[in-house]
């Protein structure tokens, strides 16, 4: 399974109750299609770079799941039709490969053959 991470921002006017049931359905989303949600924290209320909507604030939040494809088409299928939801950003985590490899013994040199180690000394 790959990782991804979702970030979205969400309307400041609305109730937090409302605002735990969207975090909740999309972590809900995840769980349905076979996928693990790894984190979910609340960024909490911030100031916009530009007015979307003429708000110039946004709640956000930020999830890290790992699933297929599908459900990221999921959870974008959601988050477009919700009328809650200002922007949203889903982006696949690229894992550094050279962090699974494991390390090499260090290979000890032989003297080339037809040499004296004391000439080397």
Known sequence: MKTYELIFVARPDIADAELSKLAEKISS????????VVKLDKWGRQRLAYAVEKFSEGIFYFMEFAGNYEIVREIERNLRMSDSVLRYLIVGKIEDKRKK????APVKEEPEKG???A???
């Open 29 to 36: 989303l995840v769980t349905e299609k076979k996928g693990t």
């Open 101 to 104: 490899q494991p390390e090499k």
């Open 115 to 117: 040499t004296d180690n």
């Open 119 to 121: 000439e080397l000394k």
